[in-house]
Antibody, heavy 113, light 107 residues
Framework: EVQLVESGGGLVQPGGSLRLSCSAS????????MHWVRQAPGKGLEYVSI????????TYADSVKGRFTISRDNSKNTLYLQMSSLKAEDTAVYYC??????WGQGTLVTVSS | EIVLTQSPATLSLSLGERATLSCRAS??????LAWYQQKPGQAPRLLIY???NRATGIPARFSGSGSGTDFTLTINSLEPEDFAVYYC?????????FGQGTKLEIK
């Protein structure tokens, strides 16, 4: 059974940093590109970043470029999202996605003083 | 950036009726258009990919159609579990984008 379990969310002050993790199981992680998608409270969905299967290619939304870094450790079956210089508008549930059919349950990031 | 516009914003229907949801793209997305269902407190669930292909385990009452810039999700004979928010999403070009959603509510 495919499972994606995010962790690392929480409350952080503006300008702070946070690292999200997504632990994958039930499939050959190293064979799949992986995505991060977020959803602000009560709002729609927004693509954040994507990474190819070996980590050699990454892409970011303009809204997070230069502040967020996506990475993966295929030996640990884990996807990461390093977030820095966080802003209030980054407040959202962050979902790890195996494109396009499996989503984690999400982890909430709240940026507030 | 490709903008996806969904209509209507809210659709009120009764059990057993047919729902027709629309998604219009600001430019062609070829057939790289997906539909998702989201219920409160849950992650989105993939229903349709590449415009008309049902995802694994999705009931046959869900169908997708369209190409280019105009797409439709049809749900035949609404069941209680179908009342949710539906999003379309394109993967033709980065940034991948979602529509703003259509809320399907019980009349």
């Amino acid at each position: 059974e495919v499972q994606l379990v995010e962790s690392g969310g929480g409350l952080v002050q503006p300008g702070g940093s946070l690292r999200l993790s997504c632990s994958a199981s039930g499939f050959t992680f190293s064979s799949y590109n992986m995505h991060w998608v977020r959803q602000a409270p009560g709002k729609g969905l927004e693509y954040v970043s994507i990474i190819n299967n070996n980590g050699g290619s990454t892409t970011y939304a303009d809204s997070v470029k230069g502040r967020f870094t996506i990475s993966r450790d295929n030996s640990k079956n884990t996807l990461y999202l390093q977030m820095s210089s966080l802003k209030a508008e980054d407040t959202a549930v962050y979902y790890c996605v195996r494109p396009y059919d499996f989503w984690g349950q999400g982890t909430l990031v709240t940026v507030s003083s | 950036e490709i903008v996806l516009t969904q209509s209507p914003a809210t659709l009120s229907l009764s059990l057993g009726e047919r729902a027709t949801l629309s998604c219009r793209a600001s430019q062609s997305v070829n057939n790289y258009l997906a539909w998702y269902q989201q219920k409160p407190g849950q992650a989105p669930r993939l229903l349709i990919y590449d415009a008309s292909n049902r995802a694994t385990g999705i009931p046959a009452r869900f169908s997708g159609s369209g190409s280019g810039t105009d797409f439709t999700l049809t749900i035949n004979s609404l069941e209680p579990e179908d009342f949710a928010v539906y999003y379309c999403q394109q993967r033709n070009s980065w940034p991948y984008t979602f529509g703003q959603g259509t809320k399907l509510e019980i009349k």
